[in-house]
């Protein structure tokens, strides 16, 4: 549907001669702090069967408690303690980021490099597919599949990589189209080497922060659905996902009559926007890190004079 | 948040000059150009109802396995009158017989029984759409002006602090989900300061009339709408601000300022006209995201559009809405898409001449 509107494929360049230019770009400043963000929570993750006070479903206080020494960030509804929900939903999303975003990638990654790689027929196909999964509404695609498919966290990480791969297979593709005219695999193309080969050998390893970036934003938009998926009710019903505890304290009646709000609703929000915070800084560091071009317009060349 | 919305389609194109519409060229060529589009999108829309139509038939299981369950409480233990309970649903005839009249009750807007909520599911859909094309609408328009304005003026102060913290704000509004921010502006200005209604789209009992029953909706709809618009911003805020500066340098701008023409002008007739084309793509990808995010915004505001519908038949596993919500939701989309090519293709005297 958007083949008019498509800026011409630019004219095939002659060969690149030249070795590949290297880029001497830092890893810009808000890369780290993104990176410094997802690490703690990678790290809470990983150590909350050791950190948390209680089991996720342990009543272990009275309702809706305040903070105290037993349960610091207070109880929900029920007398569940909040910081040991919390720390199990950022155990789900460490999960989903890895499992749904490594799916994505690899569904993105493969087919892009195919498109790119292949052309033709094949590429024309494949990219009329990514235009129309992408004009699809990917809410309400992801609840209708989502609810015949059933809860479960492994289950809904996969839907999430069937239905997100395709920015993934664009921007893939669209590097392997570049790198196809560089001298070096053009030679590998003239000494015979199969399609295969050339892919892995050649193609792979110049993609590769490309790929990195991919999956970091991969990883950023699984974690918003499978939150957002939960938030609505179609979570994994056996874990403490962090949509699922907003869920449940919006919908506790009376939550604003009380001061429960600020110890039960409070906090899931500040974890999923501070990992998502982290996620996107970390992205935007890779993004620069790629393509210089975009840290010129917004650091230390652009105070050059602004008016043009 | 929505970080892959900027399409290949908008790419900004640095060597093009400024806009000229040029009237009453290639008038042929737009409609074989619209025919196209029209083609392709109504493809788009019978893969979505493919979809909706396999997805319960791909699951394991039968509808009416129930009726076969001698300890179920709908067993029925006449194999005939079974048979008869399985023709009235058309269940006997063929998966291609099934899809041609599927589709035919589609077409006459028949979605369907909920049994959940003891109603057609139209009618349940007519009751809550005007709500969500209203959040959608108002947020997408007022997200638009406000990132295209922000945008020039980041563009003309690019690199310094004006720039840096419209970029920082920016950054922080796309990472943040929709239904995060919507939460928040829930906690800070209807319980902290109660300025707003917490739930809801009318103060329910009202006598309003007229006037008053405006402004109740409105006072209503600014929280719901101010988180959907925040999550929309930031995209398109970045899309304008990176096609601005790509122009800023082109030929046409030098001559423009060596005229002498006014800030004003040289900001909106000329840098600005270049960015509004791919603007216009955005905002028509942006028109899915807004379906969605207004699914979390009112699920949080208990705001009575398609998203409750939603949330509501997600408790109840409500298969027939969640269905219907999805056809329509795709179709709005879709329409909103089209309507924007075609507009697009309309605008941009290129487009025909390729």
Redesign the interface.
């Known amino acids: 549907m958007t083949a008019t509107l498509r800026p011409p494929e630019a004219p095939v360049a002659p060969v690149d001669l030249a070795p590949a230019k290297r880029r001497r770009t830092r890893f810009p400043a808000i890369g780290w702090i993104g990176l410094a963000i997802v690490a703690v929570f990678a790290v809470l993750a990983l150590a909350a069967p050791w950190l948390s006070p209680y089991r996720v479903i342990e009543l272990s206080g009275d309702p809706i408690d305040g903070p105290s020494a037993q349960h610091l960030l207070g109880t929900n509804g029920v007398g569940q303690d909040v910081l040991s929900q919390l720390l199990s939903g950022a155990r789900v999303s460490m999960f989903v980021a890895l499992v749904a975003g490594g799916g994505t990638l690899l569904i993105g990654a493969s087919l892009g490099m195919v498109a790119g790689w292949a052309g033709g027929t094949t590429d024309a196909l494949l990219m009329r597919v990514v235009d129309l999964v992408l004009v699809i509404p990917k809410v309400p695609l992801l609840i209708v599949i989502a609810t015949y498919a059933g809860p479960g966290l492994t289950v809904l990480c996969v839907i999430i990589a069937l239905t997100s791969w395709p920015p993934t297979a664009r921007v893939v593709r669209s590097q392997v189209l570049s790198l196809r005219r560089r001298a070096h695999v053009k030679a590998a193309v003239g000494f015979g080497g199969n399609s295969a080969q050339i892919l892995r050998r050649h193609i792979l390893p110049e993609v590769g922060l490309i790929l990195i970036a991919g999956l970091v934003g991969a990883a950023g938009r699984a974690i918003t659905f499978e939150a957002g998926l939960a938030f609505l009710g179609l979570g994994d019903p056996t874990r403490a996902s962090w949509g699922a505890i907003l869920r449940d304290a919006i919908d506790f009646g009376g939550l604003f009559y009380t001061d429960a709000w600020k110890w039960w609703l409070v906090p899931p929000i500040v974890a999923v926007s501070l990992l998502l915070l982290g996620v996107t800084f970390l992205g935007v560091g890779l993004e620069q890190r790629i393509n210089p071009r975009l840290a010129r317009h917004t650091s230390r060349l652009g105070r050059r004079p602004a008016r043009p | 948040?929505a970080?892959?919305v900027i399409?290949?389609?908008a790419?900004p194109?640095p060597d093009q000059g400024p806009h000229l519409p040029q009237a009453g060229r290639g008038g042929r060529r737009f409609a074989t150009?619209a025919l196209?589009?029209i083609g392709?999108?109504a493809?788009?829309m019978l893969?979505?109802v493919v979809?909706?139509f396999a997805?319960?038939r791909a699951?394991p299981g039968d509808p009416l396995l129930a009726l076969e369950d001698p300890d179920n409480s709908l067993y029925l233990s006449d194999p005939a009158v079974r048979e008869q309970v399985r023709a009235y649903y058309g269940l006997d005839k063929s998966l291609v017989e099934q899809f041609r009249s599927y589709v035919g009750n589609l077409a006459r807007g028949e979605f369907g029984f909920s049994i959940a909520r003891k109603a057609p599911v139209g009618h349940l859909i007519k009751l809550h759409l005007p709500w969500t094309l209203l959040l959608m609408g108002v947020s997408l328009a007022v997200a638009s002006v406000l990132s295209f304005m922000a945008g020039v003026a980041a563009t003309?102060?690019?690199?310094?602090a004006g720039?840096?913290w419209l970029?920082i704000g920016m950054?922080?509004f796309?990472?943040?989900?929709?239904?995060?921010l919507a939460?928040?502006l829930l906690?800070v200005f209807?319980?902290v300061f109660p300025v707003f209604p917490?739930a809801g789209a009318r103060t329910p009992f009202n006598q309003y009339g007229g006037l008053e029953r405006w402004a109740d909706i409105g006072r209503h709809l600014v929280l719901p709408a101010s988180a959907l618009t925040l999550s929309l911003l930031g995209t398109k805020f970045l899309l304008v601000?990176?096609t601005m500066?790509s122009t800023?340098?082109q030929d046409y701008?030098?001559l423009a300022?060596a005229k002498g023409l006014p800030d004003r002008l040289l900001k909106y007739r000329h840098a600005g006209r270049n960015a509004l084309l791919p603007f216009l793509?955005v905002v028509g990808?942006q028109?899915?995201?807004a379906?969605?995010?207004s699914?979390?915004v009112e699920?949080?505001f208990a705001y009575p559009g398609m998203g409750t519908l939603?949330?509501r038949a997600?408790?109840a596993?409500d298969?027939p809405v969640?269905?219907a919500?999805?056809l329509v939701?795709?179709f709005v989309?879709?329409a909103v898409?089209?309507l924007l090519?075609l507009v697009?293709?309309r605008v941009d005297p290129r487009?025909g001449a390729?």
């Not at chain 2, 003309?156 to 310094?160: K, P, S, Y």
């Not at chain 2, 796309?174 to 995060?180: D, H, T, V």
């Open positions: 948040m970080t892959d399409d290949r389609r790419a194109r150009m196209r589009s392709l999108y493809l788009t893969a979505v979809v909706v997805l319960p699951m003309w102060r690019r690199g310094r720039d840096r970029m950054t922080f796309r990472a943040i989900p929709e239904y995060a939460a928040v906690i209807a319980v917490l601000r990176n500066i800023l340098g701008m030098v300022r793509t990808i028109a899915g995201f379906v969605g995010g699914v979390f699920s949080v939603i949330l997600v408790e596993r298969y969640l269905e919500t999805f939701l795709a989309v879709l898409n089209l090519e697009y293709a487009v390729e």
